[in-house]
């Protein structure tokens, strides 16, 4: 049978060497193939500590008290090169600066597929390819300071997509962004998983961009999962919620109706869903 899951937490728990304290205690998870995953959680809780964990920086170059299991794409973390992890795993980093530096964005697409040993013509294939997939191809000979934040989002995206990984890790994606340029950049990454098939984990408090979207939502406290299921069975079932999570105004606005025994037909997570109900129940009366 073939294993569903892409990335599995196996009793895994890290303690930073300059810390006192596990940051993560006793994470059990799995996320499986082609799924859009939201981690939400407040500062502190271990969210980066996570990701790093997926892409090898944990325990490769952050050193400290290791425990327990981590597999990416049937790769035991702990045994394998980063290098071998950066074939199966791509991260965008929160601020696009960090990872976007060479003279010209085709120079900088081009950097990740040389340092993987790729031929001049993959490498010539896969950045028009990208550069047309995002819709970017008017960037190709601009340098990163001539970009907007928005711009130099896609820009840092493409650079891991033209590496063909399996799974792509967004940290806080939509933070530089203004409302349209965010909702427009979730849009890209929600059409690349129809698209390309990717596995995608997403750090992002703005829930209310991804929710609709999203096939699960984990949220961490104090270091363990609290949550993890459907985005409309943990925002609207949920007893254990957070307000620093990010609780989207339609999340609260249906539990307050909800209580006050408004009829829906159906759990409301997006603006939109909410605009077609209160139309439903307009039309009814």
Request: glycine share 6%.
């Amino acid at each position: 049978m073939k294993e569903k899951s892409i990335i599995k937490f196996e009793n895994f728990s890290f303690r930073y060497d300059s810390a006192n304290e596990f940051i993560l205690k006793n994470i059990n998870l799995e996320i499986n193939k082609n799924e859009l995953v939201i981690l939400a959680g407040p500062t502190g809780c271990g969210k980066s500590t996570l990701l790093r964990s997926i892409i090898g920086l944990i325990p490769h170059m952050h050193g400290g008290e290791y425990k327990g299991r981590v597999i990416v794409d049937q790769l035991v973390v702990n045994d394998v090169k980063i290098t071998d992890l950066a074939k199966k795993a791509g991260f965008v980093f929160q601020n696009p600066e960090n990872q976007i530096f060479m003279f010209s964005i085709e120079r900088d697409i081009v950097f990740g597929l040389e340092n993987l040993g790729t031929s001049r013509t993959i490498m010539k294939e896969r950045v028009d390819s990208i550069l047309s997939l995002l819709k970017i191809e008017h960037l190709a000979t601009k340098a990163p300071h001539e970009l907007s934040d928005g711009e130099k989002q896609k820009a840092a995206l493409a650079g891991i997509l033209a590496m063909q990984p399996k799974i792509l890790i967004l940290d806080e994606p939509t933070s530089l962004l203004d409302p349209k340029t965010a909702i427009d950049f979730i849009n890209i990454v929600n059409d690349l998983r129809k698209k390309i098939g990717m596995t995608i984990v997403i750090v992002e408090h703005r829930l209310d961009l991804v929710v609709g979207i999203a096939d699960k939502l984990i949220i961490l406290s104090n270091g363990k999962i609290i949550e993890n299921n459907n985005p409309k069975q943990v925002l609207h079932y949920s007893n254990q919620l957070i307000p620093e999570i990010g609780i989207p105004v339609i999340s609260r606005l249906y539990r307050n109706l909800a209580k006050s025994n408004y009829d829906f037909d159906n759990v409301i997570v997006t603006v939109k869903d909410m605009v077609k109900e209160m139309r439903r129940k307009k039309f009814n009366d």
